[in-house]
Each structure stands twice: as C-alpha cells, then as structure tokens.
C-alpha cells in the first residue's frame, strides 16, 4: 500500500507527519509525505520556531511526485495540520490528480481545528474551509469531540447527541467517520470513547482514561484507522485495531512520563498491541 501524506513536520517530538509516517511504515504502508510546516517542536509547547509553506510549494512537491509516474500506485491521500486555506486547495488538488489516476483511491481527512481546552488554534479561515471544502471531498474524516461540534454546530453532551452530530458529517459527503476523545454523559469518569460509522452501522470502543496529555496521538490514530479501514473495508476492524495501537502507545508514554508520544519506543504496539478492546455495536 502507498499513502500521500500531507500534514505538518517537526524537527523534535511526533506531531503530523511525524506522528504518521512511522507507524504506517512499521505495519508495512509506504508513505509519500509532503510537510505543510517545518517547526521546531509542535505549538503546544507555546513556543516553536520555522516556517509555514504555502499552497504552491504543497503543489510543486506534489508535481515532482506525479512525474515520477507513480500516481497510480498511490492507494489514499491523507491530511492533517493545513497552515492556511491556500495549503488546503492544493490538498484538493492532489486528491483530485490521484484520484484521476487510480480511481480507488480513498482520501482521509484530520480536519485539525482545535481541541477542548485550547479552542480554535489553526489560522481563520481554516474551519471554514474544513466545513466547506475539505470534509465534502473525504471519504474518511477523523474529528476529535470538539471538531465535531464546530463542524456540526451541535453540542454532543449524549451519545445521542454525538450518534445525531456523526449523521450531520454523513450528510457532509464521508461515508467513513471516525470521532476521537469523546467524552459524553454517557462516558464513566475513567474512560474515553471513540466512535466509527459507515453511515449504516457505528461502533464504539472504550478504553481507559491515562494521566496524560500529549499531543500527535490524534495524528498517529487517524493514519492508522484509515490504512486500517484500507485494507479491511471495515470501520469496526479499522476502530479497534487503531484504538489498541494508540492505547498502547499512550500507555507507554504516561509510563515514561514523556511529554511527548514514545513513538519509537512504542512502535511494536503498532504490529501487535499489548492490549485490545471491545468494538461494540451502537
């Protein structure tokens, strides 16, 4: 299998392409990664240092990719971290130019806006396109809860209200959807819950809450559900072998009181994770 990825880059820590691109490698996914930014270290730390790039240097790396002839070997294209609305149009038009040459090919979009706690953190204007552009054109999109709310305009206190918020992005166009750190009534005080949907069927996996917050993981699950989901056709099997590998990545970093995701140290969770959970039918 080979993947485009186009998402952020850091020269220290695991964010973006940085959380991606090794673990689909180590279960065996060839990926093309294109960066949208260079920094230093991943913006939670308050304080980073490099560029954002701009749509037309997202378009010229793409374009020496397409000469290489090896546009119809290319099975998806995924998306994370987007820097500005420019970089978002030449996502879409590297979507559009791998889809014309391998018309199976699937597009996963991580519409990175925000999260609970921190609100919006992408430039203006990117949320909108998210909504607009981005989310119509996907087959897979994977939201955090707040993502969900902002692109839906609902409030997702229920499983109900996240099931009815899940339909709302149907709607969009994704036929797959996979919604990351959901906490809702519903949700007991030591766990976290993650949904997948096909439009048809959804499915939910709860795992235990850690003492932890780190960034990348929503990165790193996202990338690994939509290989996942490539290869199965299955977002109940997509769902349960990404929220075990992330587990256990997670788990390795709160045991390493690491303030950021062990990716390296971890990775044979990637393969064979240490421990799986219940995909349970909604």
Request: proline share 5%; aromatic share 8%.
């Amino acid at each position: 299998m080979n993947l485009l990825s186009i998402q952020s880059h850091v020269a220290y820590g695991h964010v973006g392409n940085d959380a991606a691109v090794f673990p689909l490698q180590r279960i065996g996914v060839e990926v093309w990664p294109i960066h949208t930014v260079q920094f230093s270290n991943h913006t939670g730390y308050g304080a980073w240092r490099g560029r954002v790039f701009d749509g037309d240097f997202v378009r010229e790396v793409f374009a020496g990719i397409a000469e290489r002839g090896v546009l119809p070997r290319c099975d998806g294209v995924l998306s994370g971290y987007m820097g500005d609305a420019g970089i978002g149009e030449a996502i879409l038009h590297a979507v559009a130019e791998v889809r014309a040459a391998n018309p199976n090919a699937r597009y996963c979009c991580d519409p990175v806006i925000g999260d609970v706690g921190r609100g919006v953190f992408v430039r203006p204007g990117i949320a909108e396109f998210m909504r607009e552009r981005a989310v119509p054109a996907a087959d897979v999109i994977t939201p955090n809860q707040f993502e969900l709310d902002l692109l839906t305009g609902r409030s997702t206190a229920t499983l109900s209200d996240a099931l009815a918020a899940v339909d709302a992005l149907h709607a969009l166009g994704p036929p797959a959807i996979l919604v990351t750190s959901l906490i809702t009534e519903d949700t007991p005080n030591d766990a976290i819950d993650l949904i997948a949907s096909d439009g048809g069927k959804r499915y939910r996996v709860r795992t235990p809450k850690l003492p932890i917050s780190v960034n990348g993981a929503g990165d790193a699950i996202a990338a690994l559900f939509f290989a996942h989901w490539l290869r199965s056709g299955s977002v109940a099997t997509a769902l349960g072998a990404a929220a075990a590998s992330v587990y256990g990545l997670l788990k390795r970093t709160a045991e390493a009181d690491s303030r950021e995701i062990v990716l390296v140290a971890a990775q044979d969770e990637f393969v064979t994770p240490s421990t799986t959970f219940e995909v349970q039918p909604l």
